[in-house]
């Protein structure tokens, strides 16, 4: 059932408005002696008295470039090509009630000392500024929902055009996960980090345009057509390109990941589900232990006094309120020349909480990269003064490093804080401060101010063999935005014949974008002497392929190249060709590489046609099929193939599956199952027709083997699990007896919840009738499955229907969210089913539910009471003393909450909602009905987990439509459910866990 199963999924990510802390104030139950003596608020230091504050790392020094009054709240930053620099302030950044404007201002430096002396307000009318570019004159804005043009024509510093360049991007309530990072590649695109608020994105650019949904992707804008392209993505505040653009990201508690993959070549192959693009980097995550030099808080150690002496609800922490990753932002490749050469590449990252900057070298790892820790026992960059506040880095025109503090007293959200110490805080404390930093070697002397305005096309060229990548990064853009076509000549000249590897990577990219590319340009880059010019030439070959075939044979020819990363780049890229040569060269590199999972992926990118070709030419291989990563990989080709449905495949692919000899039948069995298990109709009866009796006679002897082994209560729960799944090859009628078995009382939750999970596939009415037939035997977790079950397809739903008329089912057990979801189902004869049905679940108004429940505060909790009640009700998507699975949030951390706030958002689910945490439905091409969590969604795939903790992977080309619910999925209600006295023995519960 529903009740509790995910009471607790979003209490750790949901943002706080100011209903929330009105939900926080004392009550009778907690002692509210003023504490004042014991909080003393932390001062504010002077600019220059902050200088003081910061311990570097030996051979460099820390200046201060703007603060107040001259900037507030800085949270990004660009310069344009003459050293001004687009700074966006945020004042609305935790605080929940602010109903001011967010400002973008233009600093510049008039006297050329490296401290800026001047600022104008450019923008005053945005309501929630997250990035900025400079471009052209002017700069583009992110202000949620928009990303807007805007430039100054008349010289009076102030904005006068605005356009709107797109629009749909959702705004984030909590502040931490909307739109942030534009950052310049050399393939002259704006990359933008969209982070986890996603949204219905439209170009106004493009005339009629259909809205694009945008969540967990990535996006590279071209700012001359202001037309744009999803890519992968991943990450929340903070995303960071290399020289070389391999894209670098990071989120609250992850320091670093890298995106191992560009979701443009994962559509190319719509019947592939890849993994999550973001791999973490940092060895130990987010546990990396931070060396912070600031003290703790008072207002910290009060808290952990009172929670020790019970006078407040929640664990002491052992003490340690630091000192590891909780606040990650503003990931940041040093892409400068001013530090010394080992440290270009480097990535460093602000830790707002714990005031610091850490610092990690980048070693290859495969095709991917690892993160060390690059400073022993200490920070890059530390701080003694708990406001600094390092939000953004940014590599700048001189070739340090800026640091943009948004200075603030307090960071953490005020809902996290005691009613009785947060009346002595302030939430505003330093809204009207902020200052900038640069970070340069301690022999740093001011270089002259960049006028790169009035540089010439020939100096602008000469300019991308810099060693600074801002240099090069600006001069790049200003070629692509003036278009001056005498600039050809000159990038094909340095394309050749330049000594840095970088120079003639951007001379290519250049030309590229002036549209002066040529095949034999690209040809001369393939053969290149550095792998890195090598893999962008690679990229930029893909638009000859089709009309190249010299081309085509550089790129095979590439997929035997000495340094695997340009392998790994070529498998992405050999699939701008067709045909039996490229399967030929694509089936070798795996037999090469294949071991290493994302060839194996980057491989399938590039078979969107031609996977039973490639599959026949592995099959010839005996050690390669004799594998495990080469049995996994036939698996993916046989799925794909069932999934297409082309005839000449299925046929290519049975051939080269019946001539297998006699002693490999377990893997034959294995090829047919990943076939049909994606096949259609059609296709399952080709496959077993009389015609095929070697492959028919094969699938009865892996239905007979699965219907063994899944009947076999002394086997291991694994093996019947998927022995279970392998039953829905079947036809129901030949399987029913022993689905009915499987639901039995006595066999393991874990063999019940599999054969639910299977009998979905049937499209039976019969199913529904086994299923309901079975409810009295099934425990109230297994029951939440079978209602999933029972929701998959209309018939079944009716069947549901008609078992809570006749009390075979109760409404409790239909869950409150799930009852939600039936009351809005598109089908009308459902809708008014329900609303019927369900009537006497109404909720009541949720302001007053909260309001009735206030008592649960002040009631004594029973904490054994309160485990029973989570492990009950809650574990098929929590974990908290090793029990129950951990789909949900780390409940550990809800400590931090108080009782308060931790009910009403219990009661309250909807007050706010993260957008990772809204319900969506999807339905598919056969009719079938899922409902979840979107926990990762790319170019092909949609992955949603089920209340119960399983889930789903659906390929987009099976998705007849996918909605979201606009409801968070932990339901409402739950007052239906628990009385006040058992509600106060969950909190009980929930503040006592260690």
């Not at 075979?808 to 809005?824: N, S």
Request: aromatic share 6%; proline share 5%; net charge negative.
């Amino acid at each position: 059932m529903l009740r509790l199963l995910l009471l607790l999924m979003i209490l750790l990510f949901l943002p706080f408005s100011a209903a929330t802390l009105d939900a926080q104030k004392p009550d009778a139950a907690e002692p509210d002696s003023d504490l004042q003596a014991e909080l003393p608020r932390i001062a504010a230091k002077s600019p220059q008295e902050a200088l003081a504050t910061f311990q570097l790392q030996p051979g460099f020094r820390i200046e201060l470039v703007a603060a107040e009054p001259l900037v507030r709240d800085p949270v990004s930053i660009s310069f344009d090509e003459n050293g001004r620099a687009y700074v966006t302030e945020l004042p609305r950044y935790n605080r929940y009630d602010f109903q001011g404007n967010g400002t973008v201002k233009v600093l510049e430096d008039t006297n050329g000392d490296g401290t800026f002396d001047t600022a104008k307000v450019f923008l005053d009318d945005v309501k929630y500024p997250t990035a900025v570019f400079a471009y052209d004159g002017g700069a583009f804005v992110a202000d949620p929902p928009l990303v807007l043009y805007c430039k100054d024509t008349d010289g009076d510093g102030r904005a006068d055009v605005r356009q709107t360049v797109m629009t749909g991007f959702n705004l984030d309530h909590a502040g931490e996960a909307g739109l942030n990072s534009f950052r310049w590649g050399m393939d002259n695109r704006i990359h933008l980090s969209l982070s986890l608020a996603g949204g219905q994105v439209v170009s106004t650019a493009v005339e009629n345009a259909e809205p694009v949904e945008v969540r967990g992707r990535g996006m590279v804008f071209d700012p001359r057509s202001k037309t744009f392209e999803l890519t992968t993505g991943d990450g929340q505040h903070g995303m960071t390109l290399d020289d070389w653009g391999r894209k670098f990201v990071c989120s609250n508690s992850n320091p670093m990941q890298t995106l191992m993959y560009d979701g443009r070549y994962i559509a190319r192959n719509p019947y592939l589900a890849p993994p999550p693009p973001a791999v973490t980097i940092a060895p130990d995550g987010k546990y990396t232990k931070l060396f912070r030099t600031s003290s703790i808080e008072p207002w910290r150690n009060v808290r952990t006094r009172l929670r020790s002496q019970g006078v407040v609800k929640g664990s002491d922490e052992g003490g340690k309120a630091g000192g590891f990753f909780t606040a990650a932002t503003g990931i940041t490749a040093y892409r400068g020349d001013a530090w010394p050469e080992d440290y270009r590449g480097n990535l460093l990252v602000g830790e707002v909480s714990n005031n610091l900057i850490y610092r990690a070298t980048v070693e290859p790892k495969g095709v991917g990269v690892v993160g060390r820790r690059a400073d022993a026992d200490a920070e890059f960059l530390s701080s003694t003064d708990n406001w600094f506040r390092p939000v953004q880095l940014a590599n700048a025109p001189d070739g340090s490093l800026y640091v943009l503090d948004m200075y603030r007293e307090l960071i953490e959200g005020a809902a996290f804080i005691p009613p009785m110490i947060l009346k002595h805080l302030d939430v505003n404390s330093g809204a009207d401060r902020g200052r900038i930093y640069r970070i340069v070697p301690e022999d740093f002397k001011q270089p002259p101010l960049p006028k790169l305005g009035q540089a010439t096309t020939a100096e602008l060229v000469s300019l991308l063999e810099s060693s600074n990548g801002w240099s090069r990064d600006t001069a790049s853009r200003l070629i692509y935005e003036r278009q001056d076509l005498s600039a050809k000549p000159l990038l094909r000249k340095l394309a050749t014949e330049s000594e840095s590897a970088l120079a003639r990577a951007y001379a290519l990219h250049s030309l590229n974008g002036l549209k002066g590319l040529t095949a034999e340009d690209v040809l001369q880059g393939l053969a290149d002497q550095d792998p890195h010019v090598r893999i962008e030439s690679l990229r930029l070959a893909e638009q000859f392929a089709a009309d190249s075939p010299q081309i085509c044979e550089a790129l095979y020819q590439a997929t035997s190249d000495t340094d695997r990363q340009v392998r790994y780049q070529a498998a992405f890229s050999v699939g701008a060709c067709n045909g039996p040569r490229r399967d030929a060269v694509l089936a070798a590199l795996i037999l090469k590489d294949g071991d290493d999972a994302w060839f194996r992926l980057a491989v399938q990118a590039s078979l969107g046609q031609g996977a039973a070709g490639v599959a026949a030419e592995l099959l010839r291989d005996k050690p390669f099929r004799k594998s495990r990563h080469g049995v996994a990989f036939l698996g993916k080709l046989a799925e794909q193939v069932g999934t297409q449905n082309r005839d000449s495949d299925v046929a290519t692919f049975l051939t080269s599956v019946q001539s297998l000899p006699a002693e490999e039948t377990q893997l034959a069995q294995s090829l047919i199952g990943g076939l049909l298990g994606k096949a259609n109709a059609k296709t399952k009866q080709q496959l077993t027709g009389t015609g095929n009796a070697k492959i028919a006679s094969l699938l009865e002897q892996l239905i007979q083997q699965a219907q063994k082994t899944a009947a076999d209560e002394q086997a291991a729960p694994a093996q019947r699990s998927e022995a279970i799944r392998t039953l829905g090859l079947s036809n129901f009628a030949a399987v029913a007896e022993l689905f009915s078995e499987l639901l039995q009382l006595r066999q393991p939750p874990k063999i019940q919840s599999a054969a639910l999970e299977t009998l979905v596939r049937f499209d039976d009415a019969a199913v529904a009738e086994l299923i309901l037939e079975a409810w009295p035997q099934l425990s109230p977790s297994v029951r939440a499955r079978a209602i999933e079950t029972l929701s998959a397809r209309p018939e079944w739903i009716t069947a549901l229907f008609d078992a809570v008329d006749d009390d075979l089912v109760r409404p409790a057990d239909v869950g409150a969210a799930r009852i939600q979801l039936l009351k809005t189902h598109k089908n009308m004869a459902i809708r008014q089913r329900a609303e019927q049905l369900f009537a006497a679940q109404a909720l009541g108004k949720r302001d007053d539910v909260v309001k009735a429940y206030q008592s649960a505060l002040s009631l004594p909790g029973d904490i054994e009471s309160g485990r029973q009640l989570f492990r009950k009700n809650c574990t098929s998507c929590h974990q908290l003393e090793k029990v129950g699975t951990a789909l949900g949030a780390d409940l550990k951390a809800i400590k931090d909450r108080g009782s308060a706030a931790i009910l009403l958002n219990i009661l309250d689910p909807n007050r706010e909602v993260k957008p990772q945490f809204v319900g969506y439905v999807l339905i598919t091409n056969d009719g079938r009905s899922i409902t979840g969590l979107i926990t990762n969604e790319t170019a092909n795939s949609v992955t949603l987990k089920r209340a119960d903790g399983t889930g789903d992977t659906v390929l987009r080309v099976d998705i007849d439509e996918l909605s979201s619910t606009g409801i968070s999925f932990m339901p409402e209600g739950l007052e239906k459910q628990l009385n006040p006295q058992q509600m106060a023995d969950l909190l009980a519960y929930l503040n006592a866990v260690e």
